[in-house]
């Protein structure tokens, strides 16, 4: 596992006076599926242009397989990127926009037909050597994008929102294809997105971004089940934040009602952040709840109902596969196991993540 | 009936402007087939004043000194408007507006202000001649091929270049191989205006050539001054038609462009709603 190809080194850069990244420090993995997740502006694009040697930054060193790339050109790397706009040569067609990188390596004319004929297959495109860019929707367009990146065979294939521009659907079946593309090759893949659920689907680790700074780095369930503080729990899924008083050890207080928990090691009666999913939330008659409100609201979302629930100055959101009707009193109960407690920020860093709810 | 009314008369209107501007071309051009030295009088038509035109040594002269003045001009122009382009088109979006005004200064200034300030800036350095009336034309020209490619740059998508930096290209073979053939009409455009303008010219030229270099235009004023031969007649059409023409490339070459960079947008806009199956 602590096989570093790529390493980040208290990396800074700044436009305009504005702090994009700051004093960021980051190991990515050989093989591995990395994802950087954060809102825009949160500095993961300007992260992966400093990968790709677009950008250069004011303080830090990149280093690749141990050996310090920081000044290097894009055409040095061995590293090479997906862009968000697919970026094709328009005057060119699929092949020769395929055959671009090999052609300048000075490839056998041979060797560069077989491998623009293997790339299309991996992406499924046979058959589309002469067609032009710009006959293509845009799907087709980024597969071409990415057979043209990965026929070079880096070490490490750089995406920057490759999806963003596609509809659900489609989206959808990339990632998927894309999961697979990554096994065939075998590669690192450094993947960049806004879209969480993109990112929880296909990484095999997840940095959370935001103003710049790592919020949390983890696996797509340690992200999702235990996040750090508040605006990671925001920022993933859907989640009640609200504040609670840790009475003793797996006892906390919410709203005046003590509900146990499995949480551990925080100080007696200690402020805390308590992240509840709405999915783990459970409608009950009124007398059998912790918590007792009115429901305010019901819409159906299709697999589910949304409903919000309040009780005192808070609203519940609920995910129910029942509906409730609205201005009924319910009660709501919680598994100990679906309660999330955090510590209340109190760092600077931390602090930033908060202002963003 | 209003309706009408209005409508032929925005017509009559149209075909009064065309009229001015026209009709004095018209007899000019008339007037250089006439078989009389008279400007009134319609005595026959002759080719003469052509023939005379071609026969002179000095006139063939000028010719060949306003072309390469006009290639060599246009090419430099090019070259260094395309790079200024290119800087400029990088600079922040406050260095950028300030370098666009200072760009279109020189094209909106006096002509007559542009050649004496360049001649008294010339004769402290160099001998006036071909030399300078080149320097100036060069100087002239460099706006209007940074006018003609900026548009073109601005729509450029600039992560094409990127990609072919990050797929192993150096900077000079991105731009060779990637840029330009996307600025492609942009260049052209530039360079045919900038060769119109070095035609066209006659103040700037006049103030910087010193004696002994004539184009077209200055030999034209300096023939005029002694009296007025049909033969100036003859050349002045032809000026007239090469701009006429070059002025129709640029459009054509422009339009196409347009069409082509319209075309491209398109796709890629419905492209992106497109619905993709395997």
Known sequence: ?357 | MVEKLKDLMSRCYIALILLFLYIPIFVLIVLSFNNSRSRVVWGGFTLDWYRGLFANAQIREALITTLVLAFASALIATIIGVSGALGIHAMSRRNYRIMMIFTNIPMLNADIVTGIALMLWFIHFIPLGFGSVLLAHITFNIPYVIMSVMPQLQRMNISIYEAARDLGANALYGFFKIMLPQLMGGVLSGFFMAFTMSIDDFVITYFTKGAGVNTLSTMIYGEIRKGIKPEMYALSTLIFLVVLCLLLVVNHVGARNEKKNRKYYLAQESNEREEFTL
């Open chain 1, 1 to 357: 596992m602590q096989d570093i190809i790529l390493e980040l080194d208290s990396v800074s850069k700044s436009f305009d006076g504005k702090k994009i990244l700051n004093n960021f420090s980051l190991g990515i993995n050989r093989n591995e599926f990395i994802t950087l997740l954060g809102p825009s502006g949160c500095g993961k694009s300007t992260t992966l242009r400093i990968i790709g040697g677009f950008e250069r930054p004011d303080e830090g060193r990149v280093l690749f397989d141990g050996r310090d790339i920081t000044g290097l050109s894009p055409d040095k790397r061995n590293v090479n990127t997906v862009f968000q706009k697919y970026s094709l040569f328009p005057h060119m067609n699929v092949e020769e926009n395929i055959a671009f990188g090999l052609q300048l390596k000075k490839k056998s004319r041979e060797y560069i037909r077989d491998k623009v004929r293997y790339a299309l297959k991996l992406v499924n495109m046979e058959g589309y050597e002469k067609r032009s860019p710009t006959s293509l929707s845009g799907g087709q367009q980024q597969r071409v994008a990415i057979a043209r990146a990965i026929v070079n065979e880096p070490q490490v294939l750089l995406l920057d929102e490759p999806l963003g521009a596609l509809d659900l659907k489609l989206r959808q079946g990339m990632q998927r294809e894309l999961i697979k593309i990554k096994k065939e090759v075998g590669i690192t893949f450094v993947y960049v997105t806004h879209d969480q659920e993109e990112a929880l689907t296909m990484s095999d680790r997840i940095i959370v971004m935001n103003k710049g700074i790592i919020q949390q780095i983890g696996s797509s369930k340690s992200i999702y089940d235990e996040p750090q503080n508040a605006f990671v729990a925001d920022f993933i899924g859907e989640s009640n934040i609200i504040d609670g008083i840790m009475r003793r050890d797996c006892l906390v207080e919410i709203q005046g009602a003590k509900i146990p928990c499995v949480d551990v090691g925080f100080g007696k009666d200690e402020l805390v952040d308590v992240v509840i999913r709405p999915e783990d939330l459970v409608l009950v008659e009124e007398e059998e709840g912790y918590l007792k409100g009115m429901v305010i609201s019901t819409i159906f979302k299709g697999a589910y109902y949304e409903i919000k629930v309040r009780v005192g100055e808070y609203e519940w959101m609920v995910q129910s596969v029942n509906p409730a009707p609205v201005g009924t009193m319910k009660g709501l109960t919680i598994l100990p196991d679906n309660i999330q407690i955090m510590h209340k920020p109190h760092s600077a860093d931390a602090e930033v993540s908060k202002e963003n709810d």
